[in-house]
């Protein structure tokens, strides 16, 4: 056991010298003809190094200096930008503005106290569409028309709501109390017209004219034309008929007078009145219905002057 335990001793002194003899090897001076490397950036490098730092310095400056400017320019405040503010409401947008690519909002108004007013350069075109995106009504303004296109246009009046206009595919309804037509030519209308009443504006005359064809007035129960305050006139060219199929004319007034009737002449063989100056006749009827004048006598003369019914 000592024997072993003087070997261990010695071993432990010898690790003990190699360790220190490498020690003292390390911290030897080294030779003199060593050669020492500088550490660090030297010469043309350092100088570029120095340009580019102080290069992205300026671009940094101006950036911020452009960024400043910009936010001056455009109005930037924490509501929006410029004349654009963004409110608990929506957005508020004032001044003139344009729009470069469609717009898509669900109600646009205007202050209380300034008008709406959309301006394009072509034209102006509002378009609604249901929920599968197909176009129910289109509303364009242009330059030459203004088109709507839609199942049923309407107009109501602001105050009560009622239709003043709408018109669909079936028929146009007028709901103003009056119709008002100032063109010199009148309203023309290409097939009948269906209306309880006519009339003029006060003062002014009511006239129904077919310049190059007829004018006719139908109704299943009667027609009646009457003037209160005035006369009744027809005129035309060739025939005047009266006709009633299943009742009779009334002519009811205090006087009736037939102008232009035709006078019969006696023929050779009947009398004539002594009288040159005759101021009374007699209303004779020929067969065909044909009305004429006689000269009164004593007795009937339509007999004797009845050669006028041979001319009709």
């Avoid at 947008?93 to 646009?108: A, D, N, Q, T």
């Avoid at 103003?176 to 009339?199: C, D, M």
């Avoid at 009737?261 to 063989?269: I, R």
């Avoid at 101021?279 to 050669?307: H, I, R, W």
Wanted: proline share 4%; with cysteine; charged share 20%.
């Amino acid at each position: 056991m000592d024997r072993s335990t003087n070997l261990d001793i010695e071993e432990l002194k010898m690790t003990r010298e190699q360790y220190i003899l490498a020690t003292q090897q390390n911290n030897l001076p080294r030779a003199e003809n060593a050669q020492l490397y500088p550490v660090g950036i030297y010469g043309w490098r350092k100088r570029c190094l120095y340009f580019f730092v102080l290069l992205l310095l300026v671009t940094m400056i101006v950036n911020l200096a452009m960024t400043i400017w910009i936010l001056k320019v455009m109005n930037f405040t924490v509501d929006g930008m410029g004349n654009l503010r963004v409110t608990k409401k929506g957005i508020r947008l004032e001044g003139i503005s344009e729009f470069l690519l469609p717009l898509y909002v669900k109600e646009i108004h205007s202050r209380k106290d300034s008008p709406l007013v959309l301006q394009s350069d072509r034209n102006v075109t509002v378009n609604a569409r249901n929920h599968m995106g197909q176009l129910t009504g289109q509303l364009t303004v242009g330059a030459d028309a203004v088109e709507a296109q839609c199942k049923r246009f309407e107009v109501r009046a602001s105050e009560d709501g009622r239709v003043l206009f709408s018109a669909d595919e079936d028929e146009i309804t007028i709901g103003a109390e009056k119709l008002k037509v100032t063109g010199t030519e009148g309203a023309v209308f290409g097939h009948s017209v269906e209306t309880p009443h006519i009339r003029a504006e006060p003062s002014q005359d009511l006239r129904l004219e077919s310049p190059t064809r007829s004018l006719i007035m139908e109704a299943p129960r009667g027609v009646q034309v009457s003037a209160a305050a005035g006369d009744f006139k027809a005129t035309c060219r060739k025939e005047l008929h009266l006709q009633s199929t299943e009742g009779e004319i009334f002519l009811n007034a205090d006087q009736i007078r037939l102008g232009n009737l035709p006078t019969g002449s006696f023929s050779s063989s009947s009398p004539s009145p002594s009288n040159s100056r005759q101021t009374v006749y007699e209303l004779c009827v020929c067969p065909n219905g044909k009305l004429y004048l006689s000269p009164a006598g004593l007795g009937s003369t339509c007999q004797s002057s009845s050669n006028i019914c041979l001319w009709s």
